[in-house]
T-cell receptor, first 115, second 115 residues
């Protein structure tokens, strides 16, 4: 069966520090990968998605970047965190075959607090 | 383009009574639709999905949803609420095949269950 791992679960970082959040998927090949952010009391905002190694699409201009160095690895990064980067970050994958009907499968999320 | 509207931002029910969460969508084509549940500080868990098969879809934990094309609705119901159903619920529509990577999320409905 497929599983998705996301870490760390919680993170407290000072303003101006770098960020690296990692997500890996097991049990599937060539998934579509996604990073979402959920601010307190708000819905989900799509940050990045990837349809293959090295292929990243950004949804909103921001202080963050994403990379996909391997087929089932998706990394969210920042060189210098801002207070506004605080939130709950969720990684998700989706099967490519018949992907029109495929649901997203989410990791457990990372709670990031920038102080 | 597609969009999703969750008609209630908050629903409060008594334990053992029915739950109804309302979702309306817009889509130029027959969509795929999903309901997710999110407990505090957790990722989103798939409850059920509609993919143009049976219009009445049964999911996990006793939830079901009915796809009504004439009303462009996909309401989620459960006959008897349990305390563990207290969570946030998201209705999601899958995109057109030509733009197959981004899904549209509703703003979410927070469910409170009274003892």
């Amino acid at each position: 069966s497929q599983t998705i791992h996301q870490w760390p679960a919680t993170l407290v970082q000072p303003v101006g520090s770098p960020l690296s959040l990692e997500c890996t998927v097991e049990g599937t090949s060539n998934p579509n990968l996604y990073w979402y952010r959920q601010a307190a009391g708000r819905g989900l905002q799509l940050l990045f998605y990837s349809v293959g190694i090295g292929q990243i699409s950004s949804e909103v201009p921001q202080n963050l970047s994403a990379s996909r160095p391997q087929d089932r690895q998706f990394i969210l990064s920042s060189k210098k965190l801002l207070l506004s980067d605080s939130g709950f970050y969720l990684c998700a994958w989706r099967a490519v075959l018949s992907s029109y009907n495929s649901p997203l499968h989410f990791g457990n999320g990372t709670r990031l607090t920038v102080t | 383009a597609q969009s999703v509207t969750q008609l209630d931002s908050h629903v409060s029910v008594s334990e053992g009574t029915p739950v109804l969460l309302r979702c309306n969508y817009s889509s130029s084509y027959s969509p795929s639709l999903f309901w997710y549940v999110q407990h505090p500080n957790k990722g989103l868990q798939l409850l059920l999905k509609y993919t143009s098969a049976a219009t009445l879809v049964k999911g996990i934990n006793g939830f079901e949803a009915e796809f009504k094309k004439s009303e462009t609705s996909f309401h989620l119901t459960k006959p008897s609420a349990h305390m563990s159903d207290a969570a946030e619920y998201f209705c999601v529509v899958s995109p057109l095949p030509s733009n197959d990577y981004k899904l549209s999320f509703g703003a979410g409905t927070t469910v409170t269950v009274r003892a």
